[in-house]
């Protein structure tokens, strides 16, 4: 039996619907049922009726027919035969007679009505009670690849929820009238009501949603740090754990994708005025899905052979099939973006040769230079950057050497410098290759650990060593120049510093030494200084990001719009999405109030 | 796609010219400017010093040494084939002035590519001494173009068999010694010559840059595959560089990082033999 189906049969053992006499089930075992269901007795013939996770739609299979509007008030219970129909309670919709069950709910019961009238919806549970259930529905996980399996493959670890598990979740969603959860979102997704959908076994509807205001899903399901973001504001998160909603937006996005029901925006028409976006990662792919859908013709400059900046480049197969990315571009050429590869823009074409043709450019370029530590030995053979670590791995396909001429490196001992999401992926596509011993070597302690938590999870689970409150002193070569241990320094945590993340100080006379044959340096990235060497007048601050007006992005180059890590400083997708947003907003706004200029 | 419009094959099949049809790169690149390209959908990245360009007719020209699996595969492709990808221009160009009397220094390919910035130079209205070397008569490319090129040039062969016998630093020790009016001198070709040239000309505190090519993946500064020591400092050489001062340069870095992926290389290149 699969997974989802004993979950789904606990879940049913959870939540049972009980005769007020004589305390037997109603239920009925059924497998692949995505709602409740129990059975009873009417006209002596045998009646199913069923009900939504919510508890409220109904759908009656019965052998004799029944009409609409007609009232069963000749209910029994299939054990002792008794009526179910309740005198006292009448439905507070339409006046009828209503039918009486008890439902457990993780040992508790609790008396539940529902109106006999075929057709009326109303059911009597009250808010409190209906509260009391949703919270006893526990956080469903997502069935994944083994741990011992994945190991050995590049194949993505979760496989999605099913429909069921995502009726489940979905049911848990308490619908707040003042969702915190939309504040928590970066792109202001509405959603309550996305997830409302899904309960309501709208999938594609829900998918829909999502999309008026996040064109990657998909994606972002996969990569978003929900627990600090959405998730962080549920309110169920409070007692309990949070809803899902990472998880339900992959889901959407899948189902819709699967089932070939993604459908070509209604693009605006044509205003005349045309966009060059620079960069084809997540900032620049929202830039160009928006202002495109708002009728202007949009050009993608990307500087490698394939779009979609670190979502090609960077994060690995195993937790974003390329194939996704790949068909989140097609869906964006489909909408009738013109995406043009190999362009370097600063040296190909300059920003402002661009702004000969274009009414108005995006800089989406994101920090592309890797940061080193600048300690001892960093220049040995078998010492990566996690940028040309991954862009090996990912983009050049390295790991399918010598299928592919890019050559693997490879790592026995490897030693992966850092804590963010960078490292985790570097670590966990190490151990995937061949390496026998994994250690992340992270300055600060575990609670600082920038990474989502799903990724920390996922790394210990298939393996990973933590070597926290640790930080490289120096790189000790052989004699052939390639790395053979890394001498470390412990740290402890100082004062709060300027990011308000506490200061790891070096203790004294801790240094040891850790064995390995590989060192990936995943620090972060700077920004990169190709694009500014033809555009000295794009303001910069102090670090070297592009500074924008916080409003509209725009910088100090009336016309040229910037966003994401370039701005920013390395971040997330999500955050780099919004940035888009933001930018699209305010081009749009600009543009149409000026006549066509080109 | 880039479509190959000439090909032409020295130094005994060793050494293979290009011309490819790239309109936008060739109206930009410069001398001393590299692009990247990738054969086909499972090419690795190799980056390649322009070695000329004609940006009227649209055309840049590289000239490559048949060494490991992509220039072995591109040997095989003829006129009117296709390269996937060619990005470009990359790096910064070579700093072009008139200042004077300057030595270009080349050996082996590197000639190919000391051509396009002795080109700039003579153009910029310096007296252009040439200095370029080869293992043997055979492998001697570019010869006529640098005679057009250079107001002297000197040519050697390691066997002598051709020209004078011995290492470019010979003549170019000569050169030093007896001409004050030197300012400059560039060298390109194997780290060894650039190496040795480096170290003639510190004797005699004379600027001396070199055009390195270290191991490269994306060639935009996003990997920092391509990391150099200069001057005690990390540069990375697709956007610093490839253009640095010799004096500077840590050689033997260089060449022990360029030789890290020398098995996986022989590997790559039996496999698609085999």
Known sequence: ?598 | MFQIVRKEEMAKGTIIRFDIDAPKIAKKIKAGQFIILRVNETGERIPLTVADKDEFAGIITIIFQVVGKTTALMRTLNEGDVILDVVGPLGKPAEIEKTGTVVMVGGGTGVAILHHVAKAFKEAGNYVIGIIGAQEKEMLIMENEMISICDELVVTTDDGSYGERGFVTIPLGKYLDERYDIKLVYAIGPIVMMKNVCKLTKKYKILTMVSLNPIMIDGTGMCGGCRVKVGGETKFCCVDGPDFDGHKVDFDELEKRNSLYLKDEKDSLLYSIR
Not at chain 1, 206 to 213: G, L, N, S, V, Y
Not at chain 1, 217 to 239: D, F, T
Not at chain 1, 379 to 406: C, H, I, W
Request: hydrophobic share 35%; aromatic share 8%; glycine share 8%.
């Open chain 1, 1 to 598: 039996m699969l997974e989802q189906d004993v979950r789904y049969l606990k879940y049913k053992t959870y939540l049972s619907f009980y005769c007020p006499h004589c305390k037997n089930t109603f239920n009925v075992e059924r497998k692949h049922e995505k709602s409740l269901i129990f059975n009873a007795i009417y006209k002596k013939e045998d009646i199913v009726l069923k009900l939504s996770p919510f508890l409220d739609v109904f759908d009656i299979k019965a052998s004799v027919p029944i009409k609409d509007g007609e009232i069963l008030d000749d209910l029994l219970c299939p054990s002792c035969k008794k009526s179910i129909v309740n005198h006292k309670v009448k439905c507070k919709e339409c006046g009828s007679k209503v039918g009486e069950t008890i439902i457990s709910a993780y040992a508790k019961l609790i008396p539940f009505y529902f109106c006999l009238k075929h057709g009326c919806e109303w059911h009597g549970i009250s808010k409190e009670d209906e509260k009391k259930i949703k919270l006893k529905i526990p956080r469903q996980a997502m069935p994944e690849q083994d741990q011992k399996l994945r190991v050995d493959n590049f194949q993505e670890v979760p496989f999605g929820y099913t429909s069921e598990l995502a009726l489940l979740e979905a049911g848990r969603c308490l619908q707040c009238k003042n969702p915190k959860c939309v504040e928590g979102c970066p792109v202001n997704i509405d959603i309550p009501s996305f997830i409302a959908l899904i309960a309501e076994e709208k999938f594609n509807e829900a998918a829909k949603k999502i999309k008026e205001r996040n064109i990657l899903p998909a994606l972002c399901g996969r990569v978003c740090p929900q627990e600090s973001q959405c998730e962080a504001k549920c309110i169920l998160g409070i007692r309990d754990e949070p809803v899902s909603i990472g998880r339900l937006e992959r889901f959407a996005a899948d189902y819709e994708r699967k089932m070939d029901m993604v459908e070509v925006p209604v693009i605006k028409n044509d205003t005349g005025k045309k966009i060059a976006v620079i960069g084809s990662g997540p900032g620049g792919l929202t830039v160009a899905a928006d202002m495109r859908q708002l009728g202007y013709s949009v050009t993608v400059y990307e500087a490698l052979h394939e779009a979609g900046g670190v979502l090609t480049y960077g994060i690995p197969e195993f937790r974003l099939p390329k194939s996704i990315v790949q068909f989140e571009i097609d869906y964006l050429k489909k909408m009738g973006c013109r995406v043009e590869l190999n362009h370097i823009i600063g040296n190909i074409i300059t920003i402002d040769e661009l702004l000969e043709h274009f009414d108005a450019v995006y800089i989406g370029v994101g920090a592309g230079l890797p940061w080193f530590m600048g300690i001892e030995g960093e220049n040995l053979g078998n010492v990566f950057s996690a940028n040309e670590y991954l862009t090996r791995m990912n983009l050049m396909k390295a790991y399918r050497f010598p299928e592919y001429d890019t050559p693997m490196p490879k790592g026995n001992k490897v030693a992966v410098i850092g804590g963010g999401n960078v490292a985790m992926d570097c670590a966990r596509t190490a151990i995937r290759t061949g390496a026998t011993e994994v250690t992340i070597v992270y300055r600060r302690s575990r609670h600082e650990l920038p990474a989502r938590a799903e990724e920390v999870h996922h790394a210990e689970e298939e393996g990973i060593k933590f070597k926290l409150l640790t930080s490289p002193v120096k790189y000790i070569g052989t004699d052939f120049n390639t790395i053979k241990a890394m001498e470390c320094i412990k740290m402890e945590l100082g004062e709060p510093d300027a990011s308000g993340r506490r200061r790891p100080v070096p203790i004294k006379d801790s240094n040891f030494t850790l064995e390995c044959d590989m060192a990936i340096v995943a620090i972060g990235n700077g920004p990169n200084p190709i694009i500014f060497q033809s555009s000295p007048d794009i303001k910069r601050n102090k670090r070297g990001y592009i500074d924008v007006n916080e409003k509209t992005n725009e910088t100090s180059k009336e016309f040229v719009y910037a966003g994401g890590d370039i701005v920013t400083g390395s971040a997330t997708v999500i955050l780099a999405m919004g940035a888009g947003r933001i930018a699209a907003n305010a081009m749009h706004k600009k543009l149409s109030s000026i006549k066509k200029k080109k």
